[in-house]
């Protein structure tokens, strides 16, 4: 079992930055894939950032060139590194983590934390 949590939420104007930490309970952080997805009122949840056991990272087309997103194994935790923040990246975000891939139904989720970027 993985528990995670998120932190870093906030409230930021246009262009600014904001770093989302997701801290993960367990011994086998290292073997899991990570990524960050996030949910709009009336929208689906879409994945932002991806990145497997290894170094491959994916982004969504929206984020990329703005978003970074890292681990460190060490803490147990991946970070999501946001700049040049948009009104339309307002959005709860999740933490998620698979054994395999969090492409596709991840196994865990975080409670999320909400980003508000206003114009």
């Known amino acids: 079992q993985v528990q995670l949590v998120e932190s870093g939420g906030g409230l930021v104007q246009a262009g600014g930055s904001l770093r989302l930490s997701c801290t993960a309970s367990?011994?086998?952080?290292?073997?899991?894939?990570m990524g960050w997805y996030r949910q709009a009122p009336g929208k689906q949840r879409e994945l932002v950032a991806a990145?497997?056991?290894?170094?491959?990272?994916n982004y969504a087309d929206s984020v990329k060139g703005r978003f970074t997103i890292s681990r460190d194994n060490a803490k147990n935790t991946v970070y999501l590194q946001m700049n040049n923040l948009k009104p339309e990246d307002t959005a709860v975000y999740y933490c998620?983590?698979?054994?395999?891939?969090?492409?596709?139904?991840?196994?865990?989720w975080g409670q999320g934390t909400q980003v508000t970027v206003s114009s």
């Open positions: 998620a983590a698979d054994p395999v891939s969090v492409r596709s139904s991840p196994r865990y």
């Open positions: 990145m497997t056991s290894g170094t491959t990272t």
């Open positions: 367990g011994r086998a952080f290292s073997r899991y894939a």
